[in-house]
Protein backbone atom coordinates (compact mmCIF):
# COMPACT_ATOMS: atom_id res chain seq x y z
CA UNK A 1 0.00 0.00 0.00
CA UNK A 2 1.63 3.33 -0.98
CA UNK A 3 1.80 6.63 1.04
CA UNK A 4 -1.82 7.70 -1.33
CA UNK A 5 -4.12 4.83 -0.59
CA UNK A 6 -2.55 5.46 3.60
CA UNK A 7 -4.39 9.28 3.11
CA UNK A 8 -7.13 8.23 0.79
CA UNK A 9 -7.70 5.91 3.84
CA UNK A 10 -7.35 7.88 6.84
CA UNK A 11 -9.36 10.55 5.15
CA UNK A 12 -12.30 8.00 4.67
CA UNK A 13 -12.26 7.37 7.99
CA UNK A 14 -12.30 10.74 9.24
CA UNK A 15 -15.11 11.52 7.78
CA UNK A 16 -16.69 8.65 9.38
CA UNK A 17 -15.63 10.07 12.47
CA UNK A 18 -17.37 13.39 11.43
CA UNK A 19 -20.27 11.35 10.31
CA UNK A 20 -21.07 9.71 13.62
CA UNK A 21 -20.47 12.61 15.62
CA UNK A 22 -23.48 14.24 13.71
CA UNK A 23 -26.00 10.92 13.61
CA UNK A 24 -25.04 11.17 17.37
CA UNK A 25 -26.01 14.79 18.06
CA UNK A 26 -28.36 14.98 15.67
CA UNK A 27 -30.58 11.54 15.67
CA UNK A 28 -34.04 13.37 14.73
CA UNK A 29 -32.60 14.86 11.55
CA UNK A 30 -33.06 12.30 8.97
CA UNK A 31 -32.18 14.31 5.76
CA UNK A 32 -28.95 15.29 7.70
CA UNK A 33 -28.47 11.61 7.82
CA UNK A 34 -29.06 10.90 4.25
CA UNK A 35 -26.46 13.92 3.20
CA UNK A 36 -24.30 12.48 5.37
CA UNK A 37 -24.79 8.91 3.90
CA UNK A 38 -24.34 10.05 0.31
CA UNK A 39 -21.69 12.12 0.80
CA UNK A 40 -19.62 8.81 2.08
CA UNK A 41 -20.59 7.08 -0.68
CA UNK A 42 -20.08 9.10 -3.36
CA UNK A 43 -16.86 10.07 -1.57
CA UNK A 44 -15.69 6.63 -1.04
CA UNK A 45 -16.63 5.47 -4.50
CA UNK A 46 -14.52 8.15 -5.48
CA UNK A 47 -11.92 7.12 -3.23
CA UNK A 48 -11.99 3.46 -4.30
CA UNK A 49 -11.40 4.03 -7.67
CA UNK A 50 -9.04 6.41 -7.43
CA UNK A 51 -6.89 3.90 -5.52
CA UNK A 52 -7.77 1.54 -8.02
CA UNK A 53 -6.40 3.10 -10.72
CA UNK A 54 -2.94 3.63 -9.13
CA UNK A 55 -3.68 0.21 -7.72
CA UNK A 56 -3.99 -2.00 -10.69
CA UNK A 57 -0.73 -1.16 -12.46
CA UNK A 58 0.91 -1.76 -9.01
CA UNK A 59 -0.37 -4.73 -6.89
CA UNK A 60 -3.60 -6.69 -8.22
CA UNK A 61 -4.05 -8.37 -4.91
CA UNK A 62 -4.62 -5.09 -3.15
CA UNK A 63 -6.89 -4.04 -5.71
CA UNK A 64 -8.62 -6.70 -5.22
CA UNK A 65 -9.16 -6.26 -1.91
CA UNK A 66 -10.40 -2.84 -2.37
CA UNK A 67 -13.01 -4.15 -4.05
CA UNK A 68 -14.27 -5.93 -1.54
CA UNK A 69 -14.14 -3.11 0.66
CA UNK A 70 -16.22 -0.81 -2.31
CA UNK A 71 -19.34 -3.99 -2.14
CA UNK A 72 -19.24 -4.05 1.79
CA UNK A 73 -19.22 -0.21 2.62
CA UNK A 74 -20.64 1.12 -0.17
CA UNK A 75 -23.45 -1.12 -1.20
CA UNK A 76 -25.58 -1.06 2.64
CA UNK A 77 -24.94 3.02 2.33
CA UNK A 78 -26.54 2.82 -1.11
CA UNK A 79 -29.44 1.11 0.00
CA UNK A 80 -29.84 3.35 2.64
CA UNK A 81 -29.87 6.29 0.46
CA UNK A 82 -32.91 4.71 -1.44
CA UNK A 83 -34.69 4.40 1.31
CA UNK A 84 -34.63 8.27 2.66
CA UNK A 85 -35.00 9.16 -0.88
CA UNK A 86 -38.30 7.28 -1.37
CA UNK A 87 -39.19 8.26 1.82
CA UNK A 88 -41.27 10.71 2.31
CA UNK A 89 -39.26 13.14 4.75
CA UNK A 90 -36.60 13.90 2.65
CA UNK A 91 -36.15 17.16 1.42
CA UNK A 92 -39.82 18.00 2.15
CA UNK A 93 -40.09 17.22 -1.38
CA UNK A 94 -44.03 16.33 -1.34
CA UNK A 95 -44.00 13.94 -4.85
CA UNK A 96 -42.72 10.57 -4.18
CA UNK A 97 -42.27 10.74 -8.12
CA UNK A 98 -39.77 13.25 -7.92
CA UNK A 99 -37.91 11.33 -4.69
CA UNK A 100 -38.24 8.09 -6.84
CA UNK A 101 -36.50 9.95 -9.86
CA UNK A 102 -33.90 10.85 -7.93
CA UNK A 103 -33.28 7.47 -6.00
CA UNK A 104 -33.07 6.29 -9.86
CA UNK A 105 -30.55 8.66 -10.82
CA UNK A 106 -28.12 7.90 -7.88
CA UNK A 107 -28.36 4.22 -8.70
CA UNK A 108 -28.16 4.26 -12.17
CA UNK A 109 -24.81 6.53 -11.93
CA UNK A 110 -23.71 4.89 -9.08
CA UNK A 111 -23.92 1.74 -11.18
CA UNK A 112 -22.24 3.09 -13.75
CA UNK A 113 -19.69 3.90 -11.45
CA UNK A 114 -19.32 -0.03 -10.20
CA UNK A 115 -19.67 -0.97 -14.01
CA UNK A 116 -16.23 1.10 -14.74
CA UNK A 117 -14.46 0.15 -11.91
CA UNK A 118 -14.79 -3.55 -12.72
CA UNK A 119 -14.01 -2.76 -16.49
CA UNK A 120 -11.39 0.01 -16.04
CA UNK A 121 -8.99 -2.27 -14.67
CA UNK A 122 -5.60 -2.38 -16.73
CA UNK A 123 -6.20 1.06 -18.10
CA UNK A 124 -4.31 3.14 -15.85
CA UNK A 125 -0.87 3.20 -16.69
CA UNK A 126 2.29 5.16 -14.34
CA UNK A 127 4.53 6.63 -16.52
CA UNK A 128 7.89 8.68 -15.62
CA UNK A 129 7.45 12.26 -16.28
CA UNK A 130 10.19 14.35 -18.20
CA UNK A 131 10.48 16.08 -15.13
CA UNK A 132 11.31 12.64 -12.93
CA UNK A 133 7.87 12.48 -11.76
CA UNK A 134 5.30 10.00 -12.01
CA UNK A 135 2.01 10.09 -13.70
CA UNK A 136 -1.22 8.67 -14.59
CA UNK A 137 -2.34 7.85 -18.10
CA UNK A 138 -5.52 6.26 -18.41
CA UNK A 139 -6.88 4.83 -22.03
CA UNK A 140 -10.09 6.69 -22.73
CA UNK A 141 -10.76 4.97 -25.90
CA UNK A 142 -13.78 2.74 -24.81
CA UNK A 143 -17.33 4.22 -24.49
CA UNK A 144 -17.18 4.65 -20.47
CA UNK A 145 -15.02 7.52 -21.20
CA UNK A 146 -18.30 9.35 -21.55
CA UNK A 147 -20.00 7.54 -18.74
CA UNK A 148 -17.45 8.89 -16.67
CA UNK A 149 -17.91 12.55 -17.91
CA UNK A 150 -21.48 11.78 -17.09
CA UNK A 151 -20.63 10.64 -13.51
CA UNK A 152 -18.86 13.44 -12.95
CA UNK A 153 -21.21 16.26 -13.22
CA UNK A 154 -23.65 13.92 -11.81
CA UNK A 155 -21.79 14.14 -8.56
CA UNK A 156 -21.17 17.79 -8.99
CA UNK A 157 -24.44 18.41 -9.35
CA UNK A 158 -25.51 16.13 -6.15
CA UNK A 159 -23.31 18.05 -4.03
CA UNK A 160 -25.07 21.47 -5.50
CA UNK A 161 -28.33 20.49 -5.17
CA UNK A 162 -27.70 19.38 -1.50
CA UNK A 163 -25.98 22.35 -0.54
CA UNK A 164 -29.02 24.17 -2.42
CA UNK A 165 -31.81 22.46 -0.81
CA UNK A 166 -30.36 22.30 2.64
CA UNK A 167 -29.17 26.21 2.69
CA UNK A 168 -33.08 27.12 1.38
CA UNK A 169 -34.83 25.07 3.71
CA UNK A 170 -32.74 25.68 6.95
CA UNK A 171 -31.88 29.29 6.56
CA UNK A 172 -32.65 29.79 10.24
CA UNK A 173 -30.28 27.33 11.39
CA UNK A 174 -26.73 27.65 11.40
CA UNK A 175 -25.60 24.08 12.16
CA UNK A 176 -27.67 22.57 9.32
CA UNK A 177 -26.30 25.19 7.13
CA UNK A 178 -22.62 24.26 8.13
CA UNK A 179 -23.37 20.85 7.58
CA UNK A 180 -25.09 21.86 4.30
CA UNK A 181 -21.60 23.38 3.28
CA UNK A 182 -19.19 20.61 3.92
CA UNK A 183 -21.38 17.93 2.89
CA UNK A 184 -21.15 20.11 -0.77
CA UNK A 185 -17.45 20.45 -0.24
CA UNK A 186 -16.86 17.16 0.23
CA UNK A 187 -19.15 16.10 -3.09
CA UNK A 188 -18.00 18.77 -5.18
CA UNK A 189 -14.17 18.09 -3.93
CA UNK A 190 -14.53 14.73 -4.95
CA UNK A 191 -16.24 15.36 -8.35
CA UNK A 192 -13.04 17.32 -8.94
CA UNK A 193 -10.70 14.42 -7.70
CA UNK A 194 -12.60 12.43 -10.17
CA UNK A 195 -12.08 14.83 -13.21
CA UNK A 196 -8.72 15.35 -12.27
CA UNK A 197 -8.01 11.19 -12.77
CA UNK A 198 -10.70 10.11 -15.18
CA UNK A 199 -11.65 13.22 -16.81
CA UNK A 200 -9.12 15.41 -17.76
CA UNK A 201 -6.56 12.73 -18.15
CA UNK A 202 -8.38 12.67 -21.84
CA UNK A 203 -6.68 15.94 -22.69
CA UNK A 204 -3.11 14.40 -21.26
CA UNK A 205 -2.13 12.94 -17.97
CA UNK A 206 -2.03 14.16 -14.19
CA UNK A 207 1.11 14.59 -12.16
CA UNK A 208 0.80 12.41 -8.85
CA UNK A 209 1.88 15.00 -7.19
CA UNK A 210 -0.93 17.28 -7.76
CA UNK A 211 -3.17 14.55 -6.72
CA UNK A 212 -1.54 14.27 -3.83
CA UNK A 213 -1.75 17.85 -3.07
CA UNK A 214 -5.80 17.95 -4.14
CA UNK A 215 -5.87 15.20 -1.24
CA UNK A 216 -4.13 16.86 1.68
CA UNK A 217 -6.12 19.66 1.16
CA UNK A 218 -9.23 17.59 1.13
CA UNK A 219 -7.84 16.54 4.58
CA UNK A 220 -7.56 20.12 5.75
CA UNK A 221 -10.81 20.63 4.67
CA UNK A 222 -11.92 17.72 6.86
CA UNK A 223 -10.23 19.06 9.77
CA UNK A 224 -11.19 22.34 9.34
CA UNK A 225 -15.03 21.27 9.39
CA UNK A 226 -14.38 19.07 12.33
CA UNK A 227 -13.23 22.10 14.01
CA UNK A 228 -16.18 23.91 13.55
CA UNK A 229 -18.51 21.57 14.38
CA UNK A 230 -17.82 21.44 18.05
CA UNK A 231 -18.79 24.47 19.59
CA UNK A 232 -21.65 24.49 17.56
CA UNK A 233 -22.62 21.25 17.58
CA UNK A 234 -22.27 21.70 21.78
CA UNK A 235 -24.44 24.90 21.72
CA UNK A 236 -27.73 25.97 22.11
CA UNK A 237 -29.38 24.51 18.92
CA UNK A 238 -29.18 21.36 20.87
CA UNK A 239 -29.81 22.37 24.08
CA UNK A 240 -32.86 23.43 22.59
CA UNK A 241 -33.45 20.25 20.75
CA UNK A 242 -32.86 17.64 23.06
CA UNK A 243 -35.26 19.60 25.55
CA UNK A 244 -38.08 19.49 23.21
CA UNK A 245 -37.27 15.54 22.87
CA UNK A 246 -37.47 15.27 26.88
CA UNK A 247 -40.57 18.00 26.98
CA UNK A 248 -43.82 15.85 28.13
CA UNK A 249 -45.81 19.09 26.41
CA UNK A 250 -46.68 17.86 22.76
CA UNK A 251 -44.76 19.97 20.75
CA UNK A 252 -46.13 19.76 16.88
CA UNK A 253 -44.80 22.10 14.29
CA UNK A 254 -46.73 23.07 10.77
CA UNK A 255 -46.04 25.17 8.07
CA UNK A 256 -48.66 28.40 6.92
CA UNK A 257 -51.36 25.36 5.40
CA UNK A 258 -51.04 23.59 8.91
CA UNK A 259 -48.57 20.62 7.40
CA UNK A 260 -46.67 18.83 9.93
CA UNK A 261 -43.38 19.47 9.56
CA UNK A 262 -41.81 18.34 12.70
CA UNK A 263 -43.22 16.67 16.34
CA UNK A 264 -41.44 15.57 19.59
CA UNK A 265 -41.56 12.27 21.32
CA UNK A 266 -44.29 13.10 23.40
CA UNK A 267 -46.60 13.78 20.76
CA UNK A 268 -45.95 10.47 19.22
CA UNK A 269 -46.84 8.81 22.41
CA UNK A 270 -49.83 11.04 22.93
CA UNK A 271 -51.22 9.68 19.85
CA UNK A 272 -49.63 6.44 18.90
CA UNK A 273 -48.16 7.36 16.08
CA UNK A 274 -44.69 8.07 13.91
CA UNK A 275 -43.74 11.53 12.86
CA UNK A 276 -42.65 9.58 9.08
CA UNK A 277 -46.51 8.49 9.14
CA UNK A 278 -47.56 12.29 9.71
CA UNK A 279 -44.76 14.53 7.98
CA UNK A 280 -46.61 17.01 5.47
CA UNK A 281 -49.94 15.64 6.33
CA UNK A 282 -52.27 18.40 8.26
CA UNK A 283 -52.53 19.50 11.28
CA UNK A 284 -56.09 17.96 11.43
CA UNK A 285 -55.38 14.14 11.07
CA UNK A 286 -54.20 14.32 14.62
CA UNK A 287 -56.58 17.02 16.14
CA UNK A 288 -59.58 16.19 14.34
CA UNK A 289 -61.71 18.49 12.43
CA UNK A 290 -63.70 20.75 15.22
CA UNK A 291 -60.43 20.94 17.29
CA UNK A 292 -58.00 22.23 14.03
CA UNK A 293 -61.10 24.98 12.84
CA UNK A 294 -61.05 25.98 16.26
CA UNK A 295 -57.85 27.11 16.28
CA UNK A 296 -57.59 28.28 13.06
CA UNK A 297 -60.35 30.50 14.03
CA UNK A 298 -58.73 31.60 17.38
CA UNK A 299 -55.54 32.69 15.07
CA UNK A 300 -57.17 34.67 12.88
CA UNK A 301 -59.24 36.46 15.33
CA UNK A 302 -56.19 37.07 17.91
CA UNK A 303 -53.19 37.62 14.77
CA UNK A 304 -51.86 34.37 15.02
CA UNK A 305 -52.05 33.51 18.80
CA UNK A 306 -54.13 31.60 20.72
CA UNK A 307 -54.76 29.47 24.01
CA UNK A 308 -57.62 27.54 25.15
CA UNK A 309 -58.56 24.15 26.68
CA UNK A 310 -60.06 21.87 23.99
CA UNK A 311 -61.38 18.26 24.39
CA UNK A 312 -59.61 16.05 21.98
CA UNK A 313 -60.10 12.49 20.50
CA UNK A 314 -57.17 10.21 21.24
CA UNK A 315 -56.55 6.36 20.59
CA UNK A 316 -56.56 6.15 24.14
CA UNK A 317 -59.66 7.99 25.01
CA UNK A 318 -60.86 11.84 25.44
CA UNK A 319 -58.24 13.81 26.37
CA UNK A 320 -58.50 17.50 27.79
CA UNK A 321 -55.34 19.51 26.41
CA UNK A 322 -54.61 23.38 27.12
CA UNK A 323 -53.70 24.47 23.49
CA UNK A 324 -51.09 27.42 23.12
CA UNK A 325 -50.58 27.95 19.17
CA UNK A 326 -48.40 30.84 18.11
CA UNK A 327 -47.68 32.00 14.34
CA UNK A 328 -43.91 31.90 13.34
CA UNK A 329 -41.64 34.59 11.26
CA UNK A 330 -38.30 34.24 10.16
CA UNK A 331 -35.96 36.94 9.87
CA UNK A 332 -37.47 38.95 7.35
CA UNK A 333 -41.00 38.84 9.23
CA UNK A 334 -42.73 36.40 6.56
CA UNK A 335 -44.64 33.86 8.35
CA UNK A 336 -43.25 30.29 8.58
CA UNK A 337 -45.45 28.27 9.68
CA UNK A 338 -46.98 27.67 13.38
CA UNK A 339 -45.95 25.79 16.52
CA UNK A 340 -48.64 24.20 18.82
CA UNK A 341 -47.61 23.43 22.23
CA UNK A 342 -50.24 20.76 24.23
CA UNK A 343 -50.49 20.25 27.89
CA UNK A 344 -52.50 17.77 28.63
CA UNK A 345 -54.90 18.46 31.93
CA UNK A 346 -56.74 15.41 31.46
CA UNK A 347 -55.92 14.80 34.96
CA UNK A 348 -56.53 17.91 36.31
CA UNK A 349 -59.82 18.17 34.66
CA UNK A 350 -61.01 15.11 36.22
CA UNK A 351 -59.51 16.06 39.89
CA UNK A 352 -61.11 19.01 39.33
CA UNK A 353 -65.14 17.67 38.34
CA UNK A 354 -64.51 15.31 41.16
CA UNK A 355 -63.58 18.09 43.59
CA UNK A 356 -66.44 20.10 42.14
CA UNK A 357 -68.26 17.08 43.37
CA UNK A 358 -66.85 17.37 46.51
CA UNK A 359 -67.70 20.37 46.97
CA UNK A 360 -70.95 20.25 46.07
CA UNK A 361 -71.90 17.36 48.05
CA UNK A 362 -70.79 19.05 50.95
CA UNK A 363 -72.33 22.37 50.61
CA UNK A 364 -75.53 20.10 50.40
CA UNK A 365 -75.22 18.35 53.50
CA UNK A 366 -73.90 21.63 55.49
CA UNK A 367 -77.40 23.18 54.44
CA UNK A 368 -79.00 20.13 55.48
CA UNK A 369 -77.46 20.27 58.66
CA UNK A 370 -77.59 24.13 58.91
CA UNK A 371 -81.59 23.67 58.11
CA UNK A 372 -81.50 21.14 60.68
CA UNK A 373 -80.09 22.94 63.44
CA UNK A 374 -82.38 25.98 62.46
CA UNK A 375 -86.08 23.27 62.77
CA UNK A 376 -84.59 21.49 65.30
CA UNK A 377 -83.77 24.29 68.05
CA UNK A 378 -86.91 25.93 66.61
CA UNK A 379 -89.03 23.12 67.45
CA UNK A 380 -87.89 21.97 70.66
CA UNK A 381 -89.02 24.93 71.94
CA UNK A 382 -92.33 23.63 71.58
CA UNK A 383 -92.51 20.29 73.91
CA UNK A 384 -90.06 22.21 75.47
CA UNK A 385 -92.81 24.74 76.60
CA UNK A 386 -95.30 22.29 77.22
CA UNK A 387 -93.00 20.35 79.92
CA UNK A 388 -92.52 24.34 81.43
CA UNK A 389 -96.10 24.87 81.58
CA UNK A 390 -97.58 21.50 83.02
CA UNK A 391 -94.89 21.59 85.63
CA UNK A 392 -96.22 25.04 86.70
CA UNK A 393 -99.44 23.71 86.65
CA UNK A 394 -99.05 20.98 88.62
CA UNK A 395 -96.24 22.25 91.48
CA UNK A 396 -99.53 24.78 91.47
CA UNK A 397 -101.50 22.34 92.16
CA UNK A 398 -99.97 20.57 94.44
CA UNK A 399 -98.75 23.74 95.81
CA UNK A 400 -98.47 23.37 99.90
CA UNK A 401 -98.94 19.41 99.74
CA UNK A 402 -95.22 19.64 98.50
CA UNK A 403 -92.52 18.16 101.23
CA UNK A 404 -89.27 19.27 101.23
CA UNK A 405 -87.66 17.11 98.71
CA UNK A 406 -90.54 17.51 96.22
CA UNK A 407 -90.32 20.92 96.17
CA UNK A 408 -86.10 20.48 95.84
CA UNK A 409 -87.27 17.91 92.61
CA UNK A 410 -89.32 20.71 91.23
CA UNK A 411 -86.58 23.22 91.21
CA UNK A 412 -84.34 21.07 89.37
CA UNK A 413 -87.19 20.61 86.54
CA UNK A 414 -87.48 24.65 86.68
CA UNK A 415 -83.27 24.60 86.13
CA UNK A 416 -83.21 22.12 83.58
CA UNK A 417 -85.77 23.76 81.35
CA UNK A 418 -84.13 27.43 81.84
CA UNK A 419 -81.13 25.70 80.69
CA UNK A 420 -82.70 23.72 77.70
CA UNK A 421 -83.92 26.91 76.83
CA UNK A 422 -80.73 28.44 77.05
CA UNK A 423 -78.95 26.06 74.75
CA UNK A 424 -81.43 25.98 72.24
CA UNK A 425 -81.56 29.77 72.12
CA UNK A 426 -78.11 29.86 71.25
CA UNK A 427 -78.19 26.92 68.91
CA UNK A 428 -81.19 29.03 67.40
CA UNK A 429 -78.54 32.33 67.72
CA UNK A 430 -75.94 30.59 65.30
CA UNK A 431 -78.42 29.25 62.71
CA UNK A 432 -79.53 33.07 62.45
CA UNK A 433 -76.00 33.85 61.82
CA UNK A 434 -76.80 32.50 58.48
CA UNK A 435 -80.08 33.31 57.73
CA UNK A 436 -80.98 36.68 59.25
CA UNK A 437 -80.66 39.40 56.46
CA UNK A 438 -77.33 40.95 57.11
CA UNK A 439 -76.50 44.32 55.60
CA UNK A 440 -72.85 45.12 54.98
CA UNK A 441 -72.22 48.86 56.15
CA UNK A 442 -69.44 51.36 57.22
CA UNK A 443 -69.42 51.12 61.10
CA UNK A 444 -67.50 53.41 63.42
CA UNK A 445 -66.31 50.80 65.40
CA UNK A 446 -65.24 53.34 68.61
CA UNK A 447 -69.28 54.41 68.72
CA UNK A 448 -70.23 50.99 69.13
CA UNK A 449 -67.75 50.31 72.03
CA UNK A 450 -68.56 52.95 73.52
CA UNK A 451 -72.37 52.12 73.45
CA UNK A 452 -71.52 48.34 74.37
CA UNK A 453 -68.82 50.07 77.38
CA UNK A 454 -72.29 52.37 78.57
CA UNK A 455 -74.29 49.39 78.89
CA UNK A 456 -72.02 46.87 81.14
CA UNK A 457 -71.52 50.23 83.32
CA UNK A 458 -74.91 49.60 85.23
CA UNK A 459 -73.61 46.22 86.27
CA UNK A 460 -73.56 46.24 89.98
CA UNK A 461 -69.49 44.98 89.28
CA UNK A 462 -66.40 48.09 89.43
CA UNK A 463 -65.87 47.68 85.44
CA UNK A 464 -63.66 50.37 83.88
CA UNK A 465 -63.68 49.35 79.44
CA UNK A 466 -61.18 51.62 77.73
CA UNK A 467 -60.45 51.83 74.35
CA UNK A 468 -57.69 53.28 71.95
CA UNK A 469 -58.69 54.66 68.37
CA UNK A 470 -60.72 52.49 66.51
CA UNK A 471 -61.11 52.37 62.56
CA UNK A 472 -64.45 52.33 60.98
CA UNK A 473 -64.89 48.98 59.02
CA UNK A 474 -67.48 47.57 56.85
CA UNK A 475 -69.66 44.65 58.66
CA UNK A 476 -72.89 44.40 59.48
CA UNK A 477 -73.54 45.79 62.80
CA UNK A 478 -75.82 43.88 64.74
CA UNK A 479 -72.88 40.70 64.22
CA UNK A 480 -70.12 43.36 65.44
CA UNK A 481 -72.15 43.94 68.30
CA UNK A 482 -72.38 40.48 69.29
CA UNK A 483 -68.57 39.52 69.06
CA UNK A 484 -67.56 42.70 70.99
CA UNK A 485 -70.69 41.76 73.55
CA UNK A 486 -69.19 38.11 73.54
CA UNK A 487 -65.56 39.11 74.41
CA UNK A 488 -66.34 42.12 76.75
CA UNK A 489 -69.10 40.32 78.93
CA UNK A 490 -66.43 36.85 78.72
CA UNK A 491 -63.52 39.70 80.22
CA UNK A 492 -65.87 40.41 82.85
CA UNK A 493 -67.58 37.10 83.78
CA UNK A 494 -64.39 35.27 84.19
CA UNK A 495 -63.02 38.08 86.26
CA UNK A 496 -62.45 37.68 90.03
CA UNK A 497 -60.59 41.06 90.59
CA UNK A 498 -62.32 43.76 92.60
CA UNK A 499 -61.88 46.03 89.75
CA UNK A 500 -62.80 44.75 86.33
CA UNK A 501 -60.32 46.27 83.96
CA UNK A 502 -61.58 45.59 79.84
CA UNK A 503 -58.96 47.61 77.62
CA UNK A 504 -59.89 47.50 73.91
CA UNK A 505 -57.12 48.12 71.16
CA UNK A 506 -56.60 48.05 67.13
CA UNK A 507 -53.71 48.29 64.73
CA UNK A 508 -53.59 48.46 61.38
CA UNK A 509 -51.04 45.34 60.49
CA UNK A 510 -50.89 44.98 56.69
CA UNK A 511 -53.97 44.79 55.08
CA UNK A 512 -56.06 43.65 58.21
CA UNK A 513 -57.00 45.51 61.45
CA UNK A 514 -55.95 43.78 64.45
CA UNK A 515 -58.59 44.32 67.66
CA UNK A 516 -57.02 43.32 71.24
CA UNK A 517 -59.47 42.80 74.02
CA UNK A 518 -57.73 42.59 77.12
CA UNK A 519 -59.26 41.39 80.19
CA UNK A 520 -57.30 40.93 83.91
CA UNK A 521 -59.47 38.00 84.85
CA UNK A 522 -58.72 35.04 85.46
CA UNK A 523 -56.60 33.38 82.51
CA UNK A 524 -57.23 30.22 80.38
CA UNK A 525 -54.50 27.90 80.16
CA UNK A 526 -52.59 27.34 76.72
CA UNK A 527 -53.57 24.01 76.34
CA UNK A 528 -57.33 25.09 75.98
CA UNK A 529 -56.87 28.31 73.43
CA UNK A 530 -58.09 26.14 70.24
CA UNK A 531 -60.70 23.91 72.55
CA UNK A 532 -62.78 26.97 73.93
CA UNK A 533 -64.30 28.55 70.17
CA UNK A 534 -65.85 25.03 69.17
CA UNK A 535 -69.59 24.83 70.16
CA UNK A 536 -70.48 23.65 74.15
CA UNK A 537 -66.63 23.90 75.05
CA UNK A 538 -66.71 25.41 77.93
CA UNK A 539 -63.86 25.30 80.93
CA UNK A 540 -65.88 25.80 83.93
CA UNK A 541 -69.29 24.29 85.42
CA UNK A 542 -72.32 25.97 85.30
CA UNK A 543 -72.07 26.52 89.26
CA UNK A 544 -68.56 28.23 89.18
CA UNK A 545 -69.95 30.46 85.84
CA UNK A 546 -72.95 30.92 84.14
CA UNK A 547 -72.95 29.83 80.49
CA UNK A 548 -73.42 27.94 77.41
CA UNK A 549 -70.14 27.39 75.89
CA UNK A 550 -71.64 28.92 72.99
CA UNK A 551 -70.35 32.44 72.74
CA UNK A 552 -67.07 31.89 71.18
CA UNK A 553 -67.99 30.10 68.71
CA UNK A 554 -70.83 32.58 67.62
CA UNK A 555 -67.65 34.97 67.68
CA UNK A 556 -65.79 32.56 65.62
CA UNK A 557 -68.30 32.34 62.77
CA UNK A 558 -68.87 36.14 62.79
CA UNK A 559 -65.32 37.00 62.58
CA UNK A 560 -64.39 34.10 59.48
CA UNK A 561 -67.73 35.77 57.74
CA UNK A 562 -66.03 39.47 57.89
CA UNK A 563 -62.98 37.58 55.89
CA UNK A 564 -61.18 37.60 59.52
CA UNK A 565 -59.41 35.37 61.87
CA UNK A 566 -60.11 35.15 65.69
CA UNK A 567 -57.43 33.30 68.25
CA UNK A 568 -56.54 34.04 72.26
CA UNK A 569 -53.64 34.95 73.74
CA UNK A 570 -51.90 34.91 77.23
CA UNK A 571 -50.97 38.21 78.31
CA UNK A 572 -47.80 39.23 80.32
CA UNK A 573 -49.23 39.35 83.79
CA UNK A 574 -53.03 38.15 84.83
CA UNK A 575 -56.07 37.68 82.43
CA UNK A 576 -56.22 36.62 78.40
CA UNK A 577 -56.56 38.64 75.59
CA UNK A 578 -58.54 38.03 72.62
CA UNK A 579 -57.34 39.21 69.44
CA UNK A 580 -59.17 39.03 65.67
CA UNK A 581 -58.57 40.44 62.25
CA UNK A 582 -60.74 42.25 60.09
CA UNK A 583 -59.64 42.99 55.97
CA UNK A 584 -59.14 46.85 55.44
CA UNK A 585 -60.86 46.63 51.79
CA UNK A 586 -64.30 45.91 51.11
CA UNK A 587 -63.54 43.16 48.75
CA UNK A 588 -62.02 40.58 51.32
CA UNK A 589 -65.12 41.44 53.45
CA UNK A 590 -67.83 38.32 53.07
CA UNK A 591 -70.90 39.49 53.66
CA UNK A 592 -72.79 36.86 55.75
CA UNK A 593 -74.35 34.78 53.31
CA UNK A 594 -77.90 35.64 52.97
CA UNK A 595 -80.50 32.51 52.75
CA UNK A 596 -84.10 32.57 51.86
CA UNK A 597 -85.82 32.23 54.96
CA UNK A 598 -86.80 28.74 55.52
CA UNK A 599 -89.96 26.74 55.57
CA UNK A 600 -90.19 26.64 59.17
CA UNK A 601 -92.51 22.87 60.38
CA UNK A 602 -96.00 23.29 61.31
CA UNK A 603 -95.05 23.41 65.13
CA UNK A 604 -93.98 26.94 66.32
P1 LIG B 1 -69.64 30.62 77.85
O1 LIG B 1 -69.05 31.92 78.30
O2 LIG B 1 -71.08 30.70 77.59
O3 LIG B 1 -69.20 29.49 78.69
P2 LIG B 1 -67.89 30.97 75.62
O4 LIG B 1 -67.85 30.26 74.32
O5 LIG B 1 -68.04 32.44 75.60
O6 LIG B 1 -69.01 30.30 76.45
O7 LIG B 1 -66.57 30.62 76.39
C1 LIG B 1 -66.07 29.28 76.40
C2 LIG B 1 -65.17 29.07 77.61
O8 LIG B 1 -63.98 29.82 77.45
C3 LIG B 1 -65.77 29.59 78.88
O9 LIG B 1 -66.53 28.57 79.49
C4 LIG B 1 -64.57 29.95 79.70
O10 LIG B 1 -64.14 28.85 80.42
C5 LIG B 1 -63.52 30.34 78.69
N1 LIG B 1 -63.40 31.79 78.58
C6 LIG B 1 -63.97 32.57 77.63
N2 LIG B 1 -63.59 33.85 77.77
C7 LIG B 1 -62.76 33.90 78.85
C8 LIG B 1 -62.04 34.96 79.50
N3 LIG B 1 -62.09 36.22 79.09
N4 LIG B 1 -61.27 34.60 80.55
C9 LIG B 1 -61.20 33.36 80.97
N5 LIG B 1 -61.85 32.33 80.41
C10 LIG B 1 -62.64 32.58 79.33
Known sequence: MNLLSLITILSAGLILLIGFRILQLDRRAKENRAFFILAITLSWLGFCWYEMSHTTVMAEAIQLKKLQFVWVYTLPLLIYCLYHFAGPSIFGIRSKVRNIALAILLIVSTGLAYLEIFTNNGHGQLILLDNNQWGLIIDNTNVYGWLRSLWFFVLLATGAYIAYRAYVQEKQDHLRRMKAIFFALISIFFSFIFAQNFVLPYFGYVHLVNASLVILTSFLIFAWAFTNFKPITYGDEYTIQNILESMTNL????????????????????????????????????????????CIEQLNLYSGRMSEEMELETPHGIAYIHVNMSAVYNEANQMQGYTFIGTDRTKFRTAEVQLLEYAQQLNRSNEVLENFAYIASHDLKEPLRMISGFATLLERQLGADLDGTQAEYFSYITEGIKRMYALIESVMDVSKLDYRESTIEKIEVSTLVNSLANRFSTIEKDVD?????????????????????????????????????????CQRIGEAYEFAIRDNGIGIDPAFHEHIFKMFKRLHTRVQYEGTGMGLAISKRIVESLGGRIWVEKPKGVGTTF?????????NVKAVPKKSPLPLTQAS
Open 465 to 505: ISYGPMPMILADHKDLEILFFNLIENGIKYNTSANVRIKIS
Open 579 to 587: KFTVPVHHE
Open 251 to 294: VIVTDKDFLIKSINPATERFFDCKFEQLVNQTICTLLGRKVTDR
